[in-house]
């Protein structure tokens, strides 16, 4: 197979990162196609972190191509931190291509993100501060400012005049703020331009004569499902497609194109940001999670909500996605719990609910129906197959499969990469 689609199943943080450092291994290219610099993957190499957030984890293999899709809201700033982070540390950046399609990410989009966001007081979203949601908006608006736009010097200097005299209005009136100076931003994003611009391209082209070539593209998605602009848990959601359809419309490449996908599973929950959570633990079994798996934001800090594995938004995830196999992460951190549960279904009003509830005061009502499995009680770091694993971790995960109905392809049992048990030898 030769196209393959990674894509969260759960709020994000299911550890993407690490199964798609996995599989660029193997690829020729990787893509990010969606969201931006809000998503926070960690990558752990011979022992070494690297988080990246706007950067496609392929960089971190010599030789590969890194696209950074036309779906993606592009921050130049965050893009160049990221850029010589990376080379300070010796990693090769000629693969790196930015689409100029991408729509930028400017100051004024992560303050409105910031202010906008604690203005909606209690129905605030929690959102990651990056911009992001303004950036979009502003496309959806047809006023955004493209890659393209960024590297013409006079275009853009023209939409910035724009652009910053129609927010610096609403910045006075919505928010009482001061201006942004125009001269500022200008020459700041001009930088950004005259080192960026070598990078940039008509990726669509690239990446449909890459999958002609018959090379192997992995695309590497961002938050996930239940975040998803339109079938997540909206309004608390992300403004993007995380779902493996989003690659069509964030890279240019038909549904028709891909391949395989995969999602990533955590072998319990969390989440970031207000909105419903129906196995969320409010308690000691929650603590315990959060402290066991280091639940805190890699962008924000932020402590992570915790809780039970919800079967049910996966077989959702792998509906609306599609999924051939799922890598369950994470499984390592269930190693020292009693028991362990799994929420299979939801009771609403007494009744069975058979889908998730598209109303968020359904969701927030609802009761989990679990399933408790007695623990392992043992490490299983070192486990390199399945077969290798504890029966009673095996039977957490085949009833995992059962209910949602996707063939496990992947599990992992600790950071690293060489802690990892390929079950699917034909991802890719
Ligand atoms: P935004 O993407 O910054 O607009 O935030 C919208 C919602 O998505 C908030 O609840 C964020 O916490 C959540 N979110 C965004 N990116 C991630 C991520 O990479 N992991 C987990 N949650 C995320």
């Not at 393959?4 to 599989?23: C, H, P, R």
């Not at 950074?68 to 700033?77: E, I, L, S, T």
């Not at 038909?254 to 391949?259: E, F, S, T």
Request: charged residues 25%; contains cysteine.
């Amino acid at each position: 197979m030769a196209t393959v689609v990674v894509t969260g199943t759960q709020w994000g943080d299911e550890g993407k990162g690490k199964i798609v450092d996995y599989l660029a291994q193997q690829a020729d290219v990787v893509v990010r196609f969606q969201g931006g610099s809000n998503a926070g993957h960690t990558v752990t190499v011979d022992g070494e972190e690297y988080k990246l957030r706007l950067m496609p984890s392929g960089i971190l293999y010599k030789g590969s191509l890194c696209v950074v899709g036309n779906g993606v809201a592009f921050d130049p700033m965050i893009m160049l931190e990221e850029m010589d982070g990376l080379a300070a540390r010796g990693i090769d950046l000629s693969g790196i291509r930015i689409s100029n399609r991408a729509h930028v990410v400017l100051p004024y989009h992560r303050l409105m993100d910031g202010i906008g966001d604690e203005a909606r007081g209690k129905g605030k979203i929690g959102t990651t501060k990056r911009g992001i949601g303004p950036c979009y908006m502003d496309r959806d608006n047809r006023i955004g400012i493209r890659v393209c736009d960024l590297i013409d010097k006079e275009e853009f200097a023209k939409r910035l005049k724009e652009n910053l005299a129609l927010k610096n209005k609403e910045l006075k009136a919505l928010y009482d703020h001061e201006p942004l100076d125009y001269d500022e931003i200008l020459k700041e994003y001009e930088g950004y331009a005259d080192r960026l611009r070598p990078y940039v391209c008509d990726t669509i082209a690239l990446l449909n004569e890459e999958v002609a070539a018959g090379k192997k593209i992995l695309f590497e998605g961002a938050q996930a499902t239940m975040l998803d602009i339109d079938y997540g848990t909206y309004p608390y959601v992300t403004a993007s497609h995380p779902i493996s359809g989003g690659v069509a419309v964030g890279a240019g490449v038909a549904p028709k194109k891909i391949d395989k996908v995969v999602g990533i599973v955590k072998a319990y929950c969390t989440r970031v940001g207000e909105g419903p959570f129906p196995t969320e633990q409010l308690n000691a079994i929650g603590d315990k999670i959060r402290e066991e798996g280091h639940e805190y934001g890699v962008v924000t800090k932020r402590p992570r909500r915790t809780g039970w594995l919800d079967a049910c938004v996966v077989r959702y995830a792998g509906l609306i996605s599609g999924i051939d196999y799922m890598a369950v992460t994470r499984l390592d951190i269930l190693d020292s719990f009693d028991e362990i549960k799994m929420c299979v279904g939801y009771k609403y009003k007494g009744e069975l609910l058979k889908e998730i509830p598209a109303s968020l005061k359904v969701l927030a009502q609802v009761e989990p129906v679990y399933e408790t499995f007695p623990g392992w009680k043992t490490s299983i770091t070192k486990c390199r197959s399945y077969e290798e694993l504890p029966e009673k971790a095996k039977a957490y995960l085949t009833r995992m499969a059962e209910v949602t109905g996707i063939a496990l392809g992947i599990v992992s049992v600790g950071p690293n990469r060489d802690e990892t048990i390929v079950v699917a030898k034909d991802i890719f």
